[in-house]
């Protein structure tokens, strides 16, 4: 194992996510949930993102449960913004999908019916795990950018949303 999967606090957050992981499942009926999330892997990244950054709309389709630890989360940050596919056709969700990236622009509601038909955000604090099926479609809007030059800004502290995702297959 690498430096970083031996560090104590990295086994620490890893333990965390497979105990979010368990506890999700169990809400929603597997049976011994924790036996199922210890014997299936589990694969968690970092993401470091500064004021004005986005992450584009997505899911995961290889995994059982997704999620995301925020180590670090400023005031102003821009919150998780997750959506429900559901009640539009999939070429519809696709072709909104595809809209927004191009031209950012949209409700995100992907032209749903009720009662899919709109973003839920969410601005977790830091230490807070979100968990979610990994069907739903998931994003960062851009965060306002509070006019710092990205080569003096880069290491600022005080502007760097800094989180770990995970998907458990």
Same mark, same amino acid.
């Given at each position: 194992?690498?430096? %970083?999967?031996?560090?104590?606090?990295?086994?620490?957050?890893?333990?965390?996510?497979?105990?979010?992981?368990?506890? *999700?499942?169990?809400?929603?009926?597997?049976?011994?949930?924790?036996?199922?999330?210890?014997?299936?892997?589990?694969?968690?990244?970092?993401?470091?993102?500064? /004021?004005?950054?986005?992450?584009?709309?997505?899911?995961?389709?290889?995994?059982?449960?997704?999620?995301? *630890? *925020?180590?670090?989360?400023?005031?102003?940050?821009?919150?998780?913004? %997750?959506?429900?596919?559901?009640?539009?056709?999939?070429?519809?969700?696709?072709?909104?999908?595809?809209?927004?990236?191009? *031209?950012?622009?949209?409700? /995100?509601?992907?032209?749903?019916?009720?009662?899919?038909?709109?973003?839920?955000?969410?601005?977790?604090?830091?230490?807070?795990?979100?968990?979610?099926?990994?069907?739903?479609?998931?994003?960062?809007?851009?965060?306002?950018?509070?006019? /710092?030059?990205?080569?003096?800004?880069?290491?600022?502290?005080?502007? %760097?949303?800094?989180?770990?995702?995970?998907?458990?297959?």
């Amino acid at each position: 194992l690498g430096a %970083l999967q031996r560090a104590p606090e990295f086994r620490s957050l890893v333990a965390s996510m497979r105990a979010a992981a368990a506890a *999700y499942l169990g809400a929603h009926g597997v049976a011994d949930a924790a036996a199922a999330v210890e014997a299936s892997p589990l694969f968690c990244w970092a993401s470091v993102h500064l /004021g004005g950054s986005t992450h584009p709309p997505h899911v995961h389709s290889d995994a059982s449960v997704t999620g995301t *630890y *925020y180590a670090r989360r400023p005031a102003g940050a821009a919150p998780l913004s %997750l959506e429900d596919p559901r009640g539009r056709s999939p070429f519809d969700l696709v072709a909104g999908l595809e809209h927004r990236l191009r *031209y950012g622009d949209g409700d /995100g509601s992907g032209g749903a019916v009720p009662p899919f038909d709109r973003a839920v955000s969410v601005a977790a604090a830091p230490g807070v795990c979100v968990v979610f099926p990994p069907w739903i479609v998931h994003s960062v809007p851009p965060a306002p950018d509070d006019g /710092g030059g990205a080569a003096e800004s880069a290491l600022d502290d005080e502007r %760097l949303r800094v989180s770990f995702s995970f998907n458990l297959l």
